[in-house]
């Protein structure tokens, strides 16, 4: 059943992305939906599928249009689909996008047959993986700190109860007009944040653990907009920021008269202390080099240049921890010659990638076997999966890592004593400063220790 969303007001933006090839039709609302009515012969076929993503209120209109373009690019229309979808910025708070998504494959003359592999719950784990990466990626290149994580907050070990989204905002909450059901959704979502805002003042390093998940440093406007959804009513808002303004895991940063004041989290600050003497240890470490012989067998008749021969031979060479900064066309030539090189010294090489699309790239480029860095972590916290001493660990997209990933991963890396290879877009890196945490470990290494 197709839904009438008119009465919600106009939309910011909309549009309609299709593959390259498909008629031009398709780029007409009415012609597009009409087609798909008239393409289905049961009268209780699945017409569409019905996305809804949150946008970044940090995130600028344009940069948002731009976030929800390269996602639906890469998640839908490069498989076949044709994706419609607006913009809703009604509330300033609650940006957000509707995609709507036709289920057969786009074909130059209408549809093929229906993908029915597009209704699988693991595709749409998947599409939630992806859309965090894409969001997290826009939102770095536009200089923000804030992070996006698809994980349930039981993955993310946060005390923390899950909130309820019913379809309707907290202003209404006490509109007794509401059917029946509607008002039991909103009584426990109000029970939720009430327990929540209880957690919170019985412990405020609660909040301050998960606030600093989502960013390093925040402002006490962000803490009041983190509680908002956290607490029920305004005295426990109030009396939950008191609790985290008067907490000693709060530490201020910069000249306490600086406008707005900010803010971050002592453990965060631990873990910063942590990633460095870790970084200092690994790359100070003199072992684990290739002998000459063996360099000479792994360099790769794509390794020219003697610039390229350089940063190969700074790779494979002594310490238990390497940082390269290079553009993506130039790091695969460069991981695969390091591959066969380790591989020819009987290392094993592993790959792990800031997101399933990093992964990807990183394998077929040079040939390294990757899994994301999320579920190796989640298989060292299982106790599935360990490190080996003769394994070197190629991170690709590392610019991306936070904070206490980064030493999560050196911490495992160092206790036997692995090798570490961690590789950074060098545009994005730029793009990012400050706020990448491989900013802190390029600057604790020095010129000597980074490859660019």
Same mark, same amino acid.
């Given at each position: 059943?197709?839904r009438d969303?008119?009465?919600?007001?106009?939309?910011?933006?909309?549009?309609?992305?299709?593959?390259?090839?498909t008629a031009?039709?398709?780029?007409?609302?009415h012609?597009?939906?009409?087609?798909?009515?008239a393409?289905?012969?049961?009268?209780?076929?699945?017409?569409?599928r019905a996305?809804?993503?949150?946008?970044?209120?940090?995130l600028?209109?344009?940069?948002?249009?731009?976030?929800?373009?390269?996602?639906?690019?890469?998640?839908?229309?490069s498989?076949g689909?044709?994706?419609?979808?607006?913009?809703?910025?009604?509330?300033?708070?609650?940006?957000?996008?509707?995609?709507?998504l036709?289920l057969r494959?786009?074909?130059?003359?209408?549809?093929?047959?229906?993908?029915?592999?597009?209704n699988?719950?693991?595709t749409?784990?998947?599409w939630r993986?992806?859309?965090?990466?894409?969001?997290?990626?826009?939102?770095?290149?536009?200089?923000?700190?804030?992070?996006i994580?698809?994980?349930?907050?039981?993955?993310?070990?946060?005390?923390?109860?899950?909130?309820?989204?019913?379809?309707?905002?907290?202003?209404r909450?006490?509109?007794?007009?509401?059917?029946?059901?509607?008002?039991?959704?909103?009584?426990?979502?109000?029970?939720i944040?009430?327990?929540?805002?209880e957690?919170?003042?019985?412990?405020?390093?609660?909040?301050?653990?998960?606030?600093?998940?989502q960013?390093?440093?925040?402002?006490?406007?962000d803490?009041?907009?983190?509680?908002?959804?956290?607490?029920?009513?305004?005295a426990?808002?109030e009396a939950?920021?008191?609790?985290i303004m008067?907490?000693?895991?709060?530490?201020?940063l910069?000249?306490?008269d600086?406008?707005? /004041?900010?803010?971050t989290? %002592? +453990? =965060? #600050?631990e873990?910063?202390k942590?990633?460095?003497?870790r970084v200092?240890? $690994?790359? !100070?470490r003199?072992?684990?080099?290739l002998?000459?012989?063996?360099?000479?067998?792994?360099?790769?008749e794509h390794l020219?240049?003697?610039?390229e021969?350089?940063?190969?031979?700074?790779?494979?060479?002594?310490?238990?921890?390497?940082?390269?900064?290079a553009?993506?066309g130039?790091?695969s030539?460069?991981?695969?010659?390091a591959?066969?090189a380790?591989e020819?010294?009987?290392?094993?090489?592993?790959g792990?990638?800031?997101?399933?699309?990093?992964?990807?790239?990183?394998?077929?480029?040079?040939?390294?076997?990757?899994?994301?860095l999320?579920e190796r972590?989640? /298989?060292?916290?299982?106790? %599935? +999966? =360990? #490190?080996?001493?003769?394994?070197?660990?190629?991170?690709?997209?590392a610019? $991306?890592i !936070?904070?206490?990933?980064l030493?999560?991963?050196?911490a495992?890396?160092?206790?036997?004593?692995?090798?570490?290879v961690?590789?950074?877009?060098?545009?994005?890196?730029?793009a990012?400063g400050?706020v990448?945490?491989?900013?802190?470990i390029?600057?604790?290494?020095?010129a000597?220790?980074?490859?660019?």
């Open positions: 059943m197709m969303y008119t009465h919600r007001g106009p939309l910011a933006h909309l549009e309609i992305m299709a593959p390259t090839g031009e039709w398709v780029h007409d609302r012609a597009l939906w009409n087609q798909v009515d393409t289905e012969r049961r009268k209780d076929s699945q017409l569409a996305i809804e993503v949150a946008l970044p209120v940090e600028s209109h344009e940069e948002n249009i731009a976030l929800v373009r390269d996602f639906i690019a890469q998640e839908f229309v498989k689909m044709i994706a419609d979808f607006g913009i809703c910025r009604s509330d300033p708070t609650n940006p957000h996008a509707r995609i709507l036709t494959h786009a074909t130059s003359t209408g549809f093929g047959p229906k993908a029915r592999h597009w699988r719950k693991s749409l784990v998947d993986a992806a859309w965090a990466d894409a969001a997290n990626r826009h939102l770095a290149r536009a200089g923000h700190a804030v992070r994580d698809h994980r349930s907050l039981e993955a993310q070990h946060s005390e923390l109860a899950p909130g309820r989204k019913i379809g309707i905002g907290r202003r909450d006490g509109d007794e007009t509401l059917p029946e059901h509607l008002k039991e959704r909103v009584a426990e979502r109000r029970r944040a009430q327990e929540n805002g957690t919170i003042l019985e412990d405020p390093t609660v909040a301050l653990r998960a606030l600093a998940h960013r390093s440093t925040f402002t006490e406007q803490i009041i907009q983190f509680l908002m959804r956290r607490t029920d009513g305004a426990q808002l939950a920021l008191r609790a008067e907490s000693n895991e709060l530490v201020p910069g000249a306490p600086a406008t707005p /004041a900010r803010f989290s %002592r +453990d =965060l #600050l873990a910063e942590s990633l460095l003497k200092s240890t $690994m790359s !100070g003199r072992r684990r080099g002998a000459a012989g063996v360099r000479s067998a792994g360099l790769a020219r240049t003697e610039e021969r350089r940063v190969f031979d700074h790779l494979v060479g002594e310490g238990d921890l390497k940082v390269l900064a553009a993506d130039s790091k030539a460069l991981l695969a010659a591959r066969r380790w020819a010294q009987g290392l094993k090489v592993s792990f990638a800031s997101s399933k699309i990093g992964a990807a790239n990183l394998q077929s480029s040079s040939g390294i076997r990757s899994r994301t999320v972590e989640t /298989a060292w916290t299982e106790g %599935r +999966d =360990l #490190l080996m001493l003769d394994e070197v660990c190629v991170v690709d997209g610019e $991306m !936070g904070v206490k990933q030493e999560r991963l050196l495992v890396a160092d206790k036997v004593r692995a090798k570490v961690l590789v950074a877009d060098a545009g994005q890196l730029e990012m400050a990448s945490p491989m900013r802190m390029i600057d604790r290494m020095g000597q220790g980074v490859e660019r």
